[in-house]
Structures are given as C-alpha cells and as structure tokens.
C-alpha cells in the first residue's frame, strides 16, 4: 500500500481540469481522437486552421509524424502579438538575476515584443532566413528568450547548447546541424562564478566551417576578444534595427528547434520538433499540469538549454499570456535559502524543479526554507528523474507546508511536453508516481519481447500512438529516428524507461532501461563519456555506467583498462576527470573510476555491463551468471579493486 495524497477539495471545487473532466476527455482524447485535437487546436491563433488533425503511422511502410498537417501559423506571434489587446502591459518575463542584491527585471508583453522583433531584425542583418539553424549558447539571461522567439519568427530553427558544454560538445552540435549563426554573451553567471562563453564559442569555431557570424549579447562585461568580420555586438547591431518585425507564416510541420540529446549509442542526437503540434502540447500542458491563469507569477527553475527550459519557460507558459521568472543562479546559492527567496521576493504561485535541487537541499537542512515565507506558493512541481518519495515529502511538507499538491511530470526531450503527471484538481497523487497519462498519451508496458502486459505490473514503457507533441524526426538522419524509437517494439514508440503500474493504474517510472544515466536530471550516454575517455592518450578502453547517488540520483562509474606500460596514479585519475570535463562537460565528470586490467567480456567480445553495474553499486553478492566471460578472473579483479 502506498500513502494517497487525495485532491484538496478547493482544488476540486475551481481546477482548470477535474477529476470527471480528466475521465471523459482522456476517453475521448483516445476514442475520438481527431474531433478532440481539433477542438484544441483552436486554443491556438491560426493563420490557416487546420482540417486535419493525426496523420502520424509508427509503422515502418509509411513511417512518419505529422499533426495539423494543413495548417499554418507563426509561435512568436502566438507567444505575443496576440496577448497585446489584453495584456500588452502585463509582465510576461521576470528576470531574477544571479547576484541577489542586483535588481531583477521586469518586460511586458509589449516590451518583449519590441525585443524580439529587435533581435530577428538583428538576425535577419546576418542573414538568417526562414529555415536557417541558429544556435544559441547563452546564459540565462532575458536575451536568451528574446533569441528563441526572434528565431520562431522568421522562422529559423533553433539549436540551443546548454552553456555548461564544452567546446568541443558546442562544435558538434554547431556542425551537426551547420549552423551559420551563434547567438552568445560574453560570459554566463552561474553561483557566483563566470563561465566564458564567447571564449568557449572562438575555441569551437576552430572546428565549425560553416559558421559564419557571432552575435555576442553584453551580459557581465568580461574582456574578450571579438574578431573582425565574424563577431557582432548585439547592442550595436540592435541599436540601428527597427522593433518591428513582420512574422513568417509557418505550416504546423515546419521545423521549429532542434535540441540535442544524448542516446544509448554514438554522438548525441538532433531531436527535431516541429510548430503547430509542439505549441499545442506546451501549451496544453503547461496551462492542465500547473492549472494555470494569466496573472500568477510561475517559475520553472530549469535551464533553457534543456528541454524543460524551452517547453515551460518559454513556449507554455507564453503562449498562456502567463507571467513567466527566469533565474540566473543555482538554488543553493548564495546558501541554500536562495530559492525560497526569489519565491518570496516574486510573489511566486507555481514553482517547478528537479528532485536533484531537493535532495541537495534537503540535506542542508530546513532551517533555511523555515526561515522563508513561501506564504504565495500553491503548487510545486518536478521532472527530470524519479522522485524518492522521501524527497517528495519533503517538498510537500516542509517546503509547501502540506497544502501545495505536487505534480511529478514524467517526460522527455523527445516528447516535447508532460506525458504522465497528475492534474492537481483532477488526480489524487501518491509519493514518488508520475501518476496517470495527459490526454492523449496511451501508455502501453511491454515485456521484453513486446508482449502488453496488463493490470498491475512492470516491465518497458510504450507509447502506442503519436500524441502531438512527438518529435518529428533526428536532425539529418530519419533512419536513425525509426531504429531509435520504432523498431524495439513495432508499431510503438519505445520510451527507454522502465516502468511499474500499480493496481490503481499509477504509473511509477523506474528508471532508464538502456544505457543512458540520468545525472542531476540530466541526460548522459555512457558511450560518450566512453568515447571521451578513450580520445586520452594513455586510455586503451573505457566502460562507464550509473550507480546510486545520494544527490545526483546517479552518478557516473568509468572503468578505464590504460595502454600497456602506463601505471594508474592519482594524479591520472584526476587528469581524466577533468579530460572528461574539457571534452564534453562539467556534468559529464565522472565521481567514480577504476583502473581495470580488463574488462568483462564475452567470447565475443560484448562488454558485460550488467556486471559492472552490479560492481558499481556495491551489490558483489549477486553478480549474476558469469561462465560465459571470455576470461573471468577478471571479475575478481574489479571487485577486489571497488573504488567508493
Ligand atoms: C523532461 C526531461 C528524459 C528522461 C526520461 C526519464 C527521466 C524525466 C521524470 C523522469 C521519472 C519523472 N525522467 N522526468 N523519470 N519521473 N518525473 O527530463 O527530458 O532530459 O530528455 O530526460 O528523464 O528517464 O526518459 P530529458
């Protein structure tokens, strides 16, 4: 049995969605699925209305997705241009900035509006078109946004590259999709500290032949160096622009991002998603899980480099005329209180962040919430990665003082927007469950030979049909999207995560089933910090999977195998942490490695990582059968050699 948190009754009684709204809409939202999305379409402002609304197959004779296919509109002008006759002068964007006795900023719809249309015409003057992939490596600064929908519109695509990647993650991604323009700033603020974006964009433009201008946003004052020809000042630029900018007419199909994300094999992928059905689902989304209305000042504390970032900081929240904070900081820092003040300091209803954030700021203690207010918040919110249900208790009963639901929103880069999470006037919640599927959304749990598993049970989490805001496809490789996500089960959208329904049709994801780790929320393959590893010079081989972490959820547990005639030292094992970091990242460094004289294998030559997952964690009692390694004394080795 586990604790049932039942819907507050003033939430019943005035929720945006209830309890027999969920029950009929989510039925008919699969029973009568075009009619529904039809309906909801109208939430947006359309050019041309659409006359048709799914027209997706995940099978693989005419593989594709595709939603509102016959229709047309612009995101920018969903997102502004049609707030103004209403609330052209209601903040739209807070900016909390990093160093708490700075003064935040405040822009109104209008001023935003005047912003974007600034910044597109600034893009435009580097000759950006319709089309065209932008990549943005910024802070979180309010041009960060202003870049976005500058971008949505005139219709160029977006890349957006979290500022904590390295210059070489920044040049692949700039490749990969040939971006000929970089939007930065001189430098971020993250805790205090700065991180040298415009250095990190020249050290990535050694590799990236197709880019060709750098708009550089003035954000700390930093010294850097700015190359003639290449690099423009965005003040100058924006000085000499018109703040008006017509908007590009879009068809729902046209691409509106690309977002990068790792996978279980290779480089990390370009997840494409497209207009009509991505604004829609952020929209829909963010307006049923948050039970938002205009006026409520709404924080999610993700950054805009990840997925959440663009779909509830940005996207949703916007196209809902909501009043939307963006925080420069981290949310222990200056000391673990600073997120409960910027909550107090903004009059915050609706705060959403990862469980990684809670944990580590539980382990602070709760004097710093205690010493807080929080008298305005109503509802708290998560997602990144499984929620323990101690941290959920914590949030509800220490941070939200028993009378804030949470929602635990469960889903992925890939989906564009919430896919499993409660409606807090709708569905009770249970500590640690993403609870029940948004509308539309069938989840399916399979075994492992695509076998649907009924009732209460466990097993890998499908999605038996497209949902509209699925993505559409991997940048510059449409095979790749099918082998990924179509061909384990066909027919399905296979998720990656595992997944336990309870005898109340809960849904409790339990965790990644393929080889990718989830670090603080964030999504790492192994094989790139195996590809990272073995660039090192004195690495022959690399393994690398997750264990158990007390703040992280998972850490990273890297087995090295060394070139003959190199000796393991401590000072090597922090030159390949921080090699690992150069590479790729900060949040990419390994807590944990091992020299390994070898690795387990079969006899053909598979690592066995189901082992070295078992050594990670501790658990040497049960490693499972292992008579059919090519060599296994080396078991012994890595046990008798543990690192933690
Ligand atoms: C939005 C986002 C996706 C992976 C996903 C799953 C994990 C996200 C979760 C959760 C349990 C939740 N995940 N939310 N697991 N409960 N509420 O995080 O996207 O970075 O692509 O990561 O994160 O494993 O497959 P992304």
Redo the contacts with the bound molecule.
Sequence with gaps: MSDIYPVPAEWAAKAKVTKADYEAGHARSLNDADAFWLEKAQRLDWLTFPTKANESSFDEADFGVKWFADGALNVAANCLDRHLAERGDQIAIIWEPDVPTEEPKKFTYKQVLAEVCRFANVLKGQGVKKGDRVTVYMPMIPEAAFALLACARIGAIHSVVFGGFSPEALAGRITDCDSTVVVTADEGRRGGKHVPLKANVDAAAAHTPCLKSVIVVKATGGAIAMQDGRDVWYHEAAASVSADCPVEPMNAEDPLFILY?SGSTGKPKGVLHTTGGYLLWAAMTHEAVFDYRPGQIYWCAADIG???GHTYIVYGPLANGGTTLMYEGVPNWPDASRIWQVVDRHNVEIIFTAPTALRALMKDGDDFVAKTSRKTLKLLG??????NPEAWRWYHDVVGEGRCPIV???????TGGAMITPLPGAIDLKPGS?TKPFFGVEPQIVDADGKILEGATEGNLVIARSWPGQMRTVWGDHERFFQTYFSTYRGKYF???GCRRDEDGYYW?T??VDDVI?VS???MGTAEVESALVLHPKVAEAAVVGFPHDIKGQGIYAYVTLNAGEESSEPLRKELRDWVRTEIGPIATPDAIQFAPGLPKTRSGKIMRRILRKIAEGDVSSLGDTSTLADPSVVDDLVANRVG
């Excluded at 998560?382 to 929620?387: F, K, N």
């Design positions: 994300t990840w997925v959440t998560t997602v990144g990665e499984p929620i635990d929103t469960w889903w992925q880069t890939e993403a998720t990656g995560d994801i965790g990644r989830n929320g964030h999504r």
